[in-house]
């Protein structure tokens, strides 16, 4: 019986992506950092696959962007995680118009500057509540002050994305983002994340202690159609969609090297009992499917991209075109995740106890796909979309909460 080919055949990045995926499991059983492996691809520019060439990236599309997201997640959920809050402010700056300080930072990632994220807080209910602020001290300077979580990727990057509220007209609190070094002094990175899955996406909390903040990279939460809010949440798609990947592989992988089987089994070989091949064929349907309406989604969001960047566009039909990828980028998540979580819990079916041990580590495509998938239950979007269908009642409207730095504590 011979082995499939790499899945990572064909990559430019194969011999990372494989590395990544046979150092895996160890680092999984001895929960090691893969900063190592981030390092790699930083330095190999999987973080420039977006980048304009004339800025020095790739120039890729959003579909093929997504392709890579596939790969890298197959080869670790966790590596692929990490970059979330990285290629997310890349298209933010994509969707400007060219100015000097957009291309100097385009230039600056085509160079391997990796970005984390910053933007959620423990203090309040929702996103909308901000206690980090962005003042001015007595010199003119602006400090940013405050304790985030969930900051995921931060511990890798060599610049972090930060919410923050700062003083505004008639004593409002004006929405900010802020970029800052993730060296600069008062910025503090704790590796303090306790989730069941996901464990070494560093996804534990960043304090800012005055940290002195450049007037330049410091910019309004605008209002307006955006497909920020989207493609965070297509982001996490593909993470699921990679780990169905993973979960299929190694199923096989694992029925190919086992010899033991039970004693009612239908084959004298676990990979020549047709009950253990139909799991294999389940997981492999599965993961084909969360691919499938991973690109889907990734294709609406490139079509409304073109819209939203045309000047010739019609203002109502921005709007609408966002709409409609959101809710593509929905219809991925009630699709792929639960079929993820569900393939990486039948996986157990092939090898019994066997397969619950602990140096397999086959638990952790279960672990990891039912801690992204909490990130956004899907239960919200299953509404949304349902709304969306009868009345046409915009998702991103949802996210106009965020334009509000509202204080928890008022």
């Known amino acids: 019986m011979s082995a499939p080919p790499s899945p990572f055949a064909g990559s430019p990045f194969a011999d990372i992506l494989q590395r990544i995926a046979d150092g895996a499991v160890e680092r999984e059983r001895e929960r090691t950092l893969p900063t ?34 596939l790969a890298l997640a197959d080869a670790d959920s966790n590596v692929a995680h ?70 995921t990727g931060t511990l890798y990057a060599t610049h ?25 002094p008062g910025v503090e990175i704790v590796d303090d994340w306790d989730g069941i899955g996901q464990r070494l996406t560093a996804s534990g909390t960043t304090v800012f202690h005055g940290v002195e903040v450049d007037p330049a990279d410091v910019t309004p939460y605008a209002g307006g159609p955006s497909l920020g809010p989207a493609f965070f949440q297509f982001f996490l798609v593909a993470v699921v969609a990679g780990i169905g990947r993973a979960t299929a592989r190694e199923a096989a992988a694992y029925l190919r090297g086992r010899r033991r089987t039970f004693i009612t089994a239908g084959a004298d070989l676990p990979a020549d009992d047709p009950q253990l091949q139909q799991i294999v064929g389940d997981l492999s349907g599965a993961a084909f499917a969360a691919s499938a309406v991973t690109l889907a989604a990734a294709a609406a969001l490139d079509r409304a991209r073109a819209v939203l960047l045309d000047p010739a566009s019609d203002p109502e039909q921005r709007g609408d075109v966002v709409d409609a990828a959101e809710i593509a980028v929905y219809r991925a998540q009630v699709e792929a995740m639960p079929r993820v979580i569900a393939a990486a819990s039948e996986l157990f079916e092939l090898g019994g106890a066997t397969a619950a041990s602990r140096p397999a580590a086959l638990d952790r495509h279960w672990r990891n ?29 949802e996210w106009r909460k965020l334009w509000i730095a509202r204080d928890p504590a008022a």
Do not use: C, M
């Open 36 to 69: 190592a492996e981030l390092d790699e691809l930083r330095r190999a520019g999987f973080g420039a696959l977006r980048v304009p060439p004339e800025l020095g990236g790739a120039g890729l599309s959003l579909p093929e962007l997504a392709e890579h997201l």
């Open 82 to 151: 990490a970059l979330r809050g990285h290629f997310a402010q890349v298209e933010v700056f994509l969707a400007r118009p060219a100015s000097a300080h957009r291309d100097a930072w385009l230039r600056r990632i085509a160079d391997g500057a990796i970005i984390g994220n910053a933007a959620s807080e423990t203090a309040g209910a929702t996103l909308a509540d901000l206690t980090t602020t962005l003042e001015q001290d007595d010199d003119g300077r602006w400090l940013l002050t405050g304790r985030k979580f969930y900051t």
């Open 160 to 184: 972090v994305l930060a919410s923050a509220a700062r003083p505004g007209e008639g004593g409002d609190r004006e929405r900010v983002t802020v970029l800052v070094p993730t060296d600069a």
């Open 369 to 397: 796909a039912r801690t992204v998938a909490s990130h956004n239950p899907i239960v919200y979007k299953r509404r949304q979309i349902g709304q969306w269908e009868l009345d046409r009642t915009s998702p991103n409207a």
